[in-house]
């Protein structure tokens, strides 16, 4: 049974360009989480999707960002037109079912640098 | 704000010893704290967690102690091992309706001589 799989695992853009990161959650999860972890910091909530739904999005910058989690394929954070301080590792993790007891497993991030 | 802060940044231990990594959280509806392992290069993976209603669990070499009325809580590892050195990281949810949300600190490096 495959964990939850990120591609790719290093991006490399220029400021401006757009950064497409991939999350396949694992087999049977159907809730999606992404988190940033910006140098020297904690793990930060960023959004919670379910299948064609954003539960909770209060952790995403307002502009620029953007996360969807169709019905067929991976879930994909979005970030236009990125900048420097966007830089950091972006980890996915999924679940089962929502709440405390539901174990998020966490795949193995996307490190991001904006040149 | 740092809701949960964790001490300290990094730790050396020799092997066979006792590593302990300290948590404070300053939200009071904070009511279960789990431990994430990180190794380079892979995301976390949770170890072990603690609801306020007992002051301490036991799984294997890890310990969790909680100190609800200093809002503390610490990860102790007995007898490290070389395969013990990780970034480990404290974590704190609330029930109620965004209890999926994890609140991180900021993390330990961990290492462990042989």
């Known amino acids: 049974n495959a964990g939850v799989m990120q591609n790719p695992r290093h991006l490399v853009r220029r400021r401006g360009q757009e950064a497409r990161l991939r999350c396949s959650p694992m087999?049977?999860?159907?809730?999606v989480y992404w988190y940033r972890q910006l140098p020297e910091e904690g793990l930060k909530f960023m959004v919670y999707?379910?299948?064609?739904?954003?539960?909770?999005e209060s952790g995403m910058p307002k502009e620029r960002f953007s996360a969807e989690f169709p019905k067929e394929g991976p879930s994909i954070l979005r970030i236009q037109q990125v900048v420097r301080g966007d830089s950091a590792a972006y980890f996915c993790?999924?679940?089962?079912?929502?709440?405390?007891?539901?174990?998020?497993?966490f795949g193995p991030g996307t490190r991001l640098l904006v040149l | 704000q740092q809701q949960v802060k964790q001490s300290p940044q990094s730790l050396i231990v020799q092997k066979g010893g006792i590593s302990i990594i300290n948590c404070a959280y300053e939200?009071?509806?904070?009511?279960?704290f789990p431990w994430y392992q990180q190794f380079p290069g892979k995301g976390p993976a949770l170890l072990i967690a603690?609801?306020?209603?007992?002051s301490e669990k036991k799984e294997g070499r890890f310990t969790i102690s909680f100190n609800k009325s200093a809002k503390q809580f610490s990860l102790h590892i007995m007898d490290s091992q070389p395969g013990d050195s990780a970034t480990y990281f404290c974590?704190?949810?609330?029930?109620?309706?965004?209890?999926?949300?994890?609140?991180f600190g900021k993390g330990t490096l961990l290492t462990v001589n042989p």
């Open positions: 939200n009071t509806a904070f009511d279960y």
């Open positions: 603690i609801r306020p209603d007992v």
């Open positions: 993790a999924s679940s089962h079912g929502t709440g405390q007891k539901e174990t998020q497993y």
């Open positions: 999707l379910q299948k064609e739904n954003i539960i909770d």
């Open positions: 087999k049977g999860h159907s809730h």
């Open positions: 974590a704190a949810t609330r029930s109620g309706g965004s209890n999926y949300k994890l609140t």
